[in-house]
């Protein structure tokens, strides 16, 4: 008789915290922890990035991947005005802006359903605001610039407006943010660059992006020493449509390339 396969579907906690951070700087408050399913001794996920592209991980429930939580990574543009990164993370506006210093309200403009997106501004900054978008449990946050010193161009009222009209935002039933635009404004997808697209999964052992893009199945980098002697590695899934960056210790690099799966990579566009 065959045997049967328990499967236990649990929201997998942080191993250690100092005050309200882990040891990753990934704010607790703020932080998204996704639900896992356990499978004998192998963990799996369903992750969906912000452009609504998808891919199945699994890996052995003792290796620690995201302990510290999953923060999405995106932005979007008008074309020949105006390119923003954006700060994505669960909460409210005010709570998250706050992770950047003692928030104050500058104004608000109406959105196309008749609610508000306020402009923030984080006491200590010298040149930036944030336009601050709530979708659901999310917020995201958009850079803007009011002299142009870390060479974002300051945004018009008529410009801010365009933005708060043309961005949506909505979360899956598994929790992740999926983000939509309207015209003029375009989310940039998969693969695009300067700053692509991508969800980080952060642990106490070092943090791992996933960078939905076409590239070269199976190609591995030489190894690079970043901050704090820290290295940083990256391959490409066998499936060719998926970065998977590491940074960390070498010996958890080698340990996440050693044993995590990617299966069912799902591109929406790209590149």
């Given at each position: 008789m065959a045997e049967s396969t328990t499967s236990t579907t649990v929201t997998v906690n942080p191993t250690t915290t100092q005050g309200t951070t882990t040891t990753t700087g990934i704010n607790l408050a703020?932080?998204?922890v996704p639900e896992v399913?356990?499978?004998?001794?192998?963990a799996s996920l369903v992750v969906t990035f912000p452009d609504g592209s998808r891919a199945e991980l699994s890996w052995p429930v003792d290796l620690d991947l995201l302990s510290g939580g999953v923060t999405p990574s995106a932005w979007a543009l008008v074309p020949h005005r105006q390119a923003?990164?954006?700060f994505i993370r669960r909460g409210h506006a005010e709570e998250v802006v706050g992770v950047f210093g003692s928030p104050s309200l500058i104004e608000e403009?109406?959105?196309?359903?008749g609610g508000k997106v306020g402009l923030w501004r984080p006491e200590g900054w010298s040149d930036v605001d944030f336009l601050a978008f709530e979708f659901d449990s999310w917020v995201v946050l958009v850079y803007d610039y009011r002299s142009g010193e870390y060479g974002g161009d300051p945004m018009a009222d008529e410009d801010?407006?365009?933005?708060?009209s043309s961005l949506h935002g909505r979360e899956t039933e598994d929790g992740f943010l999926v983000l939509s635009a309207d015209e003029p404004?375009?989310?940039a997808g998969a693969g695009a660059y300067p700053s692509?697209?991508?969800?980080?999964l952060w642990s106490e052992e070092g943090e791992m992006d996933l960078v939905p893009e076409v590239c070269e199945a199976g190609f591995i980098s030489p190894t690079d020493v970043i901050n704090d002697g820290d290295d940083f590695?990256?391959?490409?899934?066998a499936s060719g449509l998926l970065s998977i960056r590491i940074g960390g210790p070498p010996t958890f690099a080698q340990r996440v390339h050693d044993h995590l799966r990617v299966s069912n990579v799902q591109v929406v566009g790209g590149s």
């Amino acid at each position: 008789m065959a045997e049967s396969t328990t499967s236990t579907t649990v929201t997998v906690n942080p191993t250690t915290t100092q005050g309200t951070t882990t040891t990753t700087g990934i704010n607790l408050a703020t932080r998204f922890v996704p639900e896992v399913l356990i499978e004998g001794s192998t963990a799996s996920l369903v992750v969906t990035f912000p452009d609504g592209s998808r891919a199945e991980l699994s890996w052995p429930v003792d290796l620690d991947l995201l302990s510290g939580g999953v923060t999405p990574s995106a932005w979007a543009l008008v074309p020949h005005r105006q390119a923003r990164d954006f700060f994505i993370r669960r909460g409210h506006a005010e709570e998250v802006v706050g992770v950047f210093g003692s928030p104050s309200l500058i104004e608000e403009y109406q959105d196309q359903s008749g609610g508000k997106v306020g402009l923030w501004r984080p006491e200590g900054w010298s040149d930036v605001d944030f336009l601050a978008f709530e979708f659901d449990s999310w917020v995201v946050l958009v850079y803007d610039y009011r002299s142009g010193e870390y060479g974002g161009d300051p945004m018009a009222d008529e410009d801010r407006q365009v933005w708060v009209s043309s961005l949506h935002g909505r979360e899956t039933e598994d929790g992740f943010l999926v983000l939509s635009a309207d015209e003029p404004l375009h989310i940039a997808g998969a693969g695009a660059y300067p700053s692509p697209m991508s969800l980080t999964l952060w642990s106490e052992e070092g943090e791992m992006d996933l960078v939905p893009e076409v590239c070269e199945a199976g190609f591995i980098s030489p190894t690079d020493v970043i901050n704090d002697g820290d290295d940083f590695s990256h391959w490409c899934d066998a499936s060719g449509l998926l970065s998977i960056r590491i940074g960390g210790p070498p010996t958890f690099a080698q340990r996440v390339h050693d044993h995590l799966r990617v299966s069912n990579v799902q591109v929406v566009g790209g590149s």
